[in-house]
C-alpha cells in the first residue's frame, strides 16, 4: 500500500535538473516493504545520515514551553536509537500544529523547540535543532553530522509547499539525507513533501518500527479479523473517516 503510493507520487513528480536535485528511479528493492530493521540489513548504516519522518505534534501548557503529554515523543525512541545504534545520523522532522505556512514562534503551531529537552532525556543524547528544515541552515548542519548524532528540522508545516507535496520542498529535503524512515504513523495517510515525496529522492525508504507494528496490525485486524468484528474510529475530521467506514463495512 505505501509502496503503490509512492510509486504513484514519482510518476506524477515533474523531473528537476541534476545540480540541483537527486532522483532515484523506483526498482523491485526501493518498492519492497522494508522496515528499518531490513533496511540496516541491506546497507551499511554508519556515518549515514537518515531523515526520520516523526510526529512530534504533542500537547503544550498555557506557558508554551511545557509538554504536557509525551506519548508521541516516547513513541520515536524505539526506531531513533535501533538507528543510532547502528552508527547512522539521525535527521528527525515533524509539523507541528497548522501555521499554514507562515513562520510562528511560539505555541501550538509554532516552533519545535519545546521538544528538544524532553528528546534528550528520552534519547539519552544531545540533540542539536536548526530554525528551519530545509535551506543553508540545515544543508550546513546536515553535512557536519557524524556517526551517533541526531539533528532536528524546524517545524516542516512553516514551508506552505509541506502540504502541497511540493517538488521544490521535497527535492531539497532529499538532498540532507542518504535514506528516509517514515515512522509517523498519524500522517501517513498525507502525501506531504516530509511524508511521501522525499521518499523518490533518496536511496533507499523503509518504514520505522511505529508505523511497521501498525500496518501488520491493521492488516491483521481487516484482512483476517475474528469476529464478531467491531471497530471504533476517533478524530474530528469526519470527512476523512467516511472512506474507512466504507470500507469496514463490506468486511463487517
Given at each position: 500500500m505505501l509502496a503503490r503510493a509512492l510509486l504513484r507520487q514519482a510518476a506524477r513528480r515533474p523531473a528537476f535538473a541534476a545540480a540541483s536535485t537527486r532522483c532515484y528511479s523506483a526498482t523491485a528493492l526501493s518498492l519492497e516493504k522494508l522496515n528499518v530493521a531490513g533496511l540496516a540489513?541491506?546497507?551499511?548504516?554508519?556515518?549515514?545520515?537518515?531523515?526520520?519522518?516523526?510526529?512530534?505534534?504533542?500537547?503544550?501548557?498555557?506557558?508554551?514551553?511545557?509538554?504536557?503529554?509525551?506519548?508521541?515523543l516516547r513513541a520515536i525512541?524505539?526506531?531513533?536509537?535501533?538507528?543510532?545504534?547502528?552508527?547512522?545520523?539521525?535527521i528527525l522532522c515533524s509539523h507541528f500544529g497548522r501555521p499554514k505556512g507562515k513562520v510562528v514562534e511560539t505555541g501550538?503551531?509554532?516552533?519545535?523547540?519545546?521538544?528538544?529537552?524532553p528528546l534528550k532525556a528520552l534519547l539519552g543524547t544531545d540533540v542539536r535543532k536548526v530554525d528551519d528544515c530545509v535551506g543553508e541552515s540545515a544543508e550546513s548542519a546536515a553535512a557536519q553530522l557524524t556517526s551517533g548524532d541526531v539533528l532536528l528540522l524546524e517545524n516542516t508545516r512553516f514551508h506552505a509547499g509541506e502540504t502541497k507535496n511540493d517538488p521544490t520542498l521535497l527535492a531539497v529535503l532529499g538532498k540532507l539525507t542518504d535514506y528516509f524512515v517514515m515512522d509517523a504513523f498519524g500522517t501517513a495517510h498525507r502525501a506531504h513533501s516530509s511524508t511521501a515525496g522525499v521518499a523518490g529522492h533518496v536511496?533507499?525508504?523503509?518504514?520505522?518500527?511505529?508505523?511497521?507494528?501498525?500496518?501488520?496490525?491493521?492488516?491483521?485486524?481487516?484482512?483476517?479479523?475474528?469476529?464478531?468484528?467491531?471497530?471504533?474510529?476517533?478524530?474530528?475530521?469526519?470527512?476523512?473517516?467516511?472512506?474507512?467506514?466504507?470500507?469496514l463495512i463490506e468486511k463487517c
Open positions: 540489513d541491506r546497507v551499511n548504516l554508519s556515518g549515514r545520515n537518515v531523515l526520520v519522518r516523526v510526529d512530534l505534534n504533542v500537547p503544550l501548557a498555557k506557558d508554551d514551553v511545557t509538554v504536557t503529554d509525551d506519548t508521541r525512541v524505539p526506531t531513533t536509537k535501533f538507528l543510532l545504534d547502528e552508527g547512522a545520523n539521525v501550538k503551531n509554532g516552533r519545535l523547540t519545546p521538544v528538544v529537552e536511496e533507499l525508504s523503509a518504514a520505522g518500527f511505529l508505523l511497521d507494528k501498525e500496518l501488520k496490525y491493521l492488516k491483521g485486524a481487516v484482512d483476517e479479523p475474528e469476529r464478531p468484528l467491531c471497530a471504533i474510529i476517533g478524530g474530528a475530521k469526519v470527512s476523512t473517516k467516511l472512506p474507512v467506514i466504507e470500507s
